[in-house]
Structure formats: structure tokens, C-alpha cells
Nanobody, 120 residues
Framework: QVDIMESGGGLVQPGGSLTLSCAAS????????MGWYRQTPGNQRELVAQ???????NYADSVKGRFTISRDNAKNTVTLQMNGLKPEDTAVYYC??????????????WGQGTQVTVSS
């Protein structure tokens, strides 16, 4: 059973910055991808940024150039640095962690979500 701990959400003014952190504990098996998704009321959860175990990153078009994702494999942590925040970035952000049990089975684990509100 993997535990996900998220931190860093809050209220920030447009143009400001926030840093979201996520730590995965009790990771018995191999951790693969780590990333952040976000969700607003009435909408599906969408990818914000993801980083593979090898360090390959993927970003939503809407956050490219503003957000940076990184990870520390030794600590099983992932960090999302968010700069130039916009009101449309307001959402609940969820940490996502992939765990590979074997060559055939991989499961996703999710945090409880942390609120990010961008407003003046």
C-alpha cells in the first residue's frame, strides 16, 4: 500500500508562484511515473505535468513555459514549481504515482488533492 502526501497548495495572486510537493511512502515496488493532475468542478481530471522514472517530462500545453516538474528518486518525491500563475490554473491538484509490480502490472496511486486558488 502506497501512501501519498501532498503539500504546497494555497491562495496566490495572478502572476505569483507556488510549489507543490508530493512524497510517496511505503513504496515496496518500483515507482515509475510521478506527476500532477488537476480538476475543476464539472470537468474531468486532466494532466498538468508528468515525469518518468528516467526523467522524461510531459506538460499540458497550457502550462508549458510556466511550470517545471522534477523528482528525487532517492526520496520518492516529485515537485511542481508553478510560476506565472493564472486564474484558470485554479483547481484541485492531485499527485499521481505509478507503481510497477512486475513486467505486466502497473497501478496508479493518487493523493487526496490540494487546492490551488489564483485570484486577486
Amino acid at each position: 500500500q502506497v501512501d501519498i502526501m501532498e503539500s504546497g497548495g494555497g491562495l496566490v495572486q495572478p502572476g505569483g508562484s507556488l510549489t507543490l510537493s508530493c512524497a510517496a511512502s511505503r513504496t515496496i515496488y518500483t515507482i515509475t511515473h510521478m506527476g500532477w493532475y488537476r480538476q475543476t468542478p464539472g470537468n474531468q481530471r486532466e494532466l498538468v505535468a508528468q515525469i518518468s522514472g528516467a526523467g522524461t517530462t510531459n506538460y499540458a500545453d497550457s502550462v508549458k513555459g510556466r511550470f517545471t516538474i522534477s523528482r528525487d528518486n532517492a526520496k520518492n518525491t516529485v515537485t511542481l514549481q508553478m510560476n506565472g500563475l493564472k486564474p484558470e490554473d485554479t483547481a484541485v491538484y492531485y499527485c499521481n504515482v505509478g507503481e510497477r509490480y512486475n513486467s505486466y502490472i502497473e497501478r496508479d496511486h493518487w493523493g487526496q488533492g490540494t487546492q490551488v486558488t489564483v485570484s486577486s
